[in-house]
């Protein structure tokens, strides 16, 4: 059995919810691992993060997201605000915040990125919903080497998180035979 492990690196917009559409990138790795027949897994290790698969929509807006990314924005915009202050959810609590503002600095940076540079950074309640609605990671079959999505399946990455600009990892891992 063959385990093929590779990490994309993506760098997130920062004033928005970004969006990623890695499909390519992911037939790629699948490629390079020689799966014929099997499983990938693409995962977010992030928790404000997610993975998702989706029709590709041909239309976008003027910042570029397709229209459904825009729709889908829209509903979760109103099942889950954006967090813009400080006591409009319960998290980040007062143990919550002082566990990230007096993290060792050595144990705060990824990628070269503070996880938390100032206070303001940890008002990102509905990143972390999102997150957990949406889902971290996504599984597809691999048979005769190709990934089994259809013609108009594709997978994104998307950081819900609007706060900062930072870059996320994404995990592939392919098995099989």
């Known amino acids: 059995m063959i385990v093929y492990n590779d990490t994309l690196i993506i760098t997130s917009v920062g004033n928005r919810v970004s969006y990623h559409e890695i499909t390519d990138q992911i037939r790629e790795i699948v490629k390079k691992s020689k799966v014929k027949n099997g499983l990938c897994v693409v995962s977010s290790p992030h928790t404000t993060c997610s993975v ?3 029709e590709y929509s041909h239309d976008r807006n003027y910042a570029g997201d397709e229209y459904l990314q825009v729709d889908l ?3 979760l915009e109103k099942v889950v605000p954006r967090c813009l202050s400080e006591g ?3 998290h980040p609590g007062p143990e919550h915040t002082k566990f990230g503002i007096e993290l060792p600095k050595e144990e705060m940076s990824t990628e070269g990125t503070d996880l938390v540079p100032d206070k303001r950074s940890l008002l990102n309640t509905e990143a972390h919903i999102k997150g957990t609605l949406i889902g971290s ?3 597809f079959i691999i048979e ?3 990934l089994q999505i259809g013609k108009v399946g594709y997978i994104y990455f998307v950081d819900w998180d609007q706060n900062r600009e930072r870059n996320r990892q994404c995990k592939v891992q392919v098995l099989g035979e």
Do not use: A, L
């Open 52 to 54: 998702f698969f989706e």
């Open 137 to 139: 990671s996504e599984t």
């Open 144 to 146: 005769d080497s190709e």
């Open 88 to 90: 409009q959810y319960y």
């Open 73 to 75: 924005n829209n509903v």
